[in-house]
């Protein structure tokens, strides 16, 4: 049988829900990181993501949950958990377990919430963050527009979905583009930034073409956090949210905004445009069928003209344990 990926799930901060979609008090089970979770949010605003089954008889905290405070008690038997972790009461207890006060009984996950998001860190051995979620002046300064989100989920993971971006020869056979934009790429540590410049033809009403400059700017940070800024009629800054939910299985969301325009104008009109080409056939959902279908050649057989793809896998191996980062590939 054939393995499709020989990775596992990678580690850093990646997307768990919209900042909007969890509200004060309200508890949600969620499926990432090939585990069961849940989210709440205490009366004092924050986000608290736990392992899903309390540690005490195995109730799935998700689902009956209660907010106490900043505390999220279980429906079986009440038992309260902090945001960290830690059990804090035990209503009908004299002398609650020891253990209690030594370290947290429910897995806690970090989070912070920035850009109108909340993200949380995932590492499969437990290490706290080694850096820091970026915050993007488009999704939390006044003057953009209220945020346009898509949404696909399919049998992949975040490092297909990423490396797509560096494979140039896709670009005129998916997306049927007749030239990519030269770039320079940069990688420092964690992070990697790419700026492209080009030229982009454009039809308008009179039946005549026009060409116009444009160009992508991404800035990738670690495993799941990557903002792209397009910039050709209009200006697009997009949020690529691509979360692991098994080792072979991702939710994938970009979430948009642009310049703040009255609806309905010609500039508000080009943007949604825009957003519907980036999601459309010629943009990502021309991908997903294969992404859904492919597997992950470790060592691939590569000709000029690829694009620089085992440059972007060495950055990538570093958000793997070494148990789990795919050895063939290091060997290339």
């Known amino acids: 049988m054939v393995q499709r990926f020989p990775m596992g799930i990678p580690f850093g901060w990646f997307f768990v829900s919209y900042s909007d979609e969890i509200a004060v008090g309200e508890v949600k089970p969620l499926h990432y990181f090939g585990r069961d979770l849940v989210i709440f949010r205490g009366e004092s605003g924050d986000v608290g ?12 905290m998700g689902h009956g949950g209660t907010v106490d405070g900043d505390k999220l008690r279980c429906p079986f038997h009440s038992w309260a958990f902090r945001p960290d972790g830690f059990c804090v009461d035990i209503p009908y207890a004299k002398a609650i377990p020891p253990i209690t006060k030594r370290e947290p009984i429910a897995r806690p996950y970090p989070v912070v919430e920035k850009n109108g ?54 670009f005129e056979y998916v997306h049927k583009m007749e030239a990519v934009p030269e770039g320079k790429t940069a990688y420092d540590g964690h992070i990697r930034r790419s700026d492209a410049q080009g030229e982009r033809v454009i039809s308008l009403p009179d039946g005549t ?38 080792a072979d299985q991702v939710e994938l969301r970009f979430c948009f905004t642009f310049p703040e325009t009255p609806e309905g104008s010609p500039e508000y009109k080009a943007a949604l445009i825009a957003i519907e080409y980036t999601c459309g056939q010629s ?21 000029d003209g690829d694009g620089p793809i085992l440059r972007f896998r060495r950055y990538f191996e570093q958000f793997y344990t070494e148990g789990d980062t795919p050895r063939q590939m290091a060997a290339v």
């Open 49 to 60: 993501l736990l392992d899903a089954y309390c540690p005490h008889l195995g109730a799935h």
């Open 209 to 246: 073409t026009k060409i116009i400059p444009s160009s992508v700017n991404t800035i990738q940070n670690g495993a799941g956090q990557k903002f792209t800024q397009l910039k050709g009629v209009v200006t697009l800054s997009l949020m690529v949210l691509a979360t692991p939910v098994e």
């Open 283 to 303: 943009g990502v959902e021309g991908d997903i069928p294969i992404w859904h279908n492919k597997i992950h050649r470790a060592r691939p057989l590569l000709c």
């Open 117 to 170: 998001v909340v993200w949380a860190w995932y590492h499969p051995d437990r290490i706290e963050p080694t850096f820091d979620v970026i915050e993007h002046a488009p999704f939390t300064e006044s003057g953009w527009s209220a945020p346009v989100r898509r949404f696909w989920a399919f049998a992949s993971n975040p490092q297909e979905i990423a490396e797509n971006g560096v494979d140039l020869a896709h």
